[in-house]
Structures are given as C-alpha cells and as structure tokens.
DNA sequence: GGTGTTGCATCGTAACGCGATACATCCGGT
DNA sequence: ACCGGATGTATCGCGTTACGATGCAACACC
C-alpha cells in the first residue's frame, strides 16, 4: 500500500537524527500529558479544552463555525459535531444561528466556558514557559 | 474538583495571547495529522510509528524496555505492553531477554521495523522542514 | 529467607474519531 | 425562476485504544 511517489527528500537518517525526532515526539507527548491532567482536573477532556481554545482563539474573532473548527482541530465535521454536543451538554458553549448562512451555526463560549478557559489557558501558558526550548522542532542544518 | 494550589502565575490572557496558544495547538494537530496519514498509508498506526522511533531514537541505545517505552511515550505500562504486542504480531519488533534483571525485555526492531522506520522518518523530516517555525511555542517575553 | 518493590502481562470497560448516510441551505448557469 | 451540484450540519453503528483493576514472577535489602 506504499505510495510511490512520496519518497524522501534528502539523505538517510543518522543515529542522531532519530534521537533527535524522537526527542521532539517526547516533547509533545509530554505537554499533551500535562494538558491531559491539568483539564481532567477542570472536570474537562482533552479535546474539550481544545475546542474551547480554538473558538476563544480564532484569529480576529471570538466564535467559529463547526467547519472552521473542524480545520483548526484537524478533525472530520462529525467528530466536531460530536464534541460540541457533548461541551454543550456541559454548558461550555452555546450554537447560535449564523448571521449570513441558515446552514452554518456560530459556537460560541458560555461564561462557564469562558471563565474555566481563562483558569487553564494561563495553566497552560505557565507549563509552556516551564518546558521552554524542550518542545523546540529539530533543525537539520547540518 | 479544582485544585487549589494551581493558580497560574501571571497576568491574565489577552486575546493575542489566546490566538497564540491556539495557533500552537494547531500547529501540533497539524503535525500529528500528517503524521498519521501518512505512516497509515504505509500499514502502521500513529501509535506504532512512535513505538519505533521511541526504540531507535533511544539516547545511546538501540533498543528500551517496556517500563522506559512507558515513560517515553508517556502511556501506563500496560497500554505500551499492549502496544508491543499488536507491533510484534506485526513484525515489527521482537522482545528478547535482557540480560542483566529476569524481569525486564528488551525490546527491539525487526530488520522490516527498521526499514519502515527509515522511510517514514525521513517523511517526518521533510515535513518538519516543511512546516518550519509553524511548530515553535509561543514566547511571553512582552 | 522473608518482605517490600519493581517489571511485565491479562481482562473488561469507556471514550473517541471515523465511515456511511441523510437532509437542509446556498449558489451558479440557463 | 428553476434545477443540479456543492456546502454545512447532524445521526448511527463500529473499531481502536488507553485505562483501572488485578495477578504473577523476579529483584533487593535487611
């Protein structure tokens, strides 16, 4: 099922460079764990934290489509569907009807969601500050 | 359920701030993603793929134990017990004894895991070249 | 040599994202 | 003004996966 046209770029990978995308993988891993905990905490999943953050940080705005969430989330239209039934179901946001477009619906935050956002995104901040250089992407500049 | 000792240490979060954070987590999602379309189109899930690198990219070594696998991965040791055993039926890697404590295994890549392995990330470099600063966390230095 | 600790493994469970599918709304061409 | 394709949201059933609980063998220390 190999595709045969996506084929590396460049020349094979030395001991180094695996620690070193290994080390990064690491560093993800880590802050998506500490995120984990720190929303569990909060009584919130994962991907709940992440939906509230993707709306409350959409560039210029303060409310996204579930489109729109979907491309920032990286997840089919369904799923977002899904996620927002169930943060909704826990009073975290709110559908509204889009202003323009009758099929579209604008999620909003609730003032629950917003202030618990608030509470873990400076958590998140504080831990980012923490792992400094460890979550820095590996640079081949050899 | 909130924790009392866990109030963030510092200002609070400005909408720049939050578009940042944001802007980060999608950076990793994206990341993520890629990653997983593409070791899937080559038989592995996202899982498997860092089980390996996780092996080969061991500091100084070639190969971890079950219980540094866990910690690496950061998953309880049963899932990454779990884990090896749905690569081993694979093929992809192989337990042998270590030889030093009764209790632990080694656990190593077959000669196909590490070709695999090759292959998918040499794609992870290209795209890590690719996305650039896209994945560097947001800086507080205001 | 007994006692606590460490490491690996098994079983059942719950959550989550997905494919397949359905339906309403928007838009462009004639 | 209409009709076909595209877009946006929603529902259902399923497979995968990480987890808690539990068990067992091997080590370490006094």
Redo the contacts with the bound molecule.
Sequence with gaps: MAAPDDAPGGPPLSKRDFEALARFRFGIRRYL?FS?ETVRRHGL????Y?LLLAIKGFPDRDWA??????DR??????????????AQGQGLVD?TP?P????????VLTAEGERILARLSALHRDELRRQDTALFPPTWEG
């Design positions: 764990r984990e999943t994962p991907q709940q992440q489509t579930v489109r729109e969430l979907a989330l990286q997840l089919r239209h369904h799923s977002v569907v899904e996620l927002v039934n169930r559908r889009h323009t477009d009758a099929r579209a619906v604008r999620v």
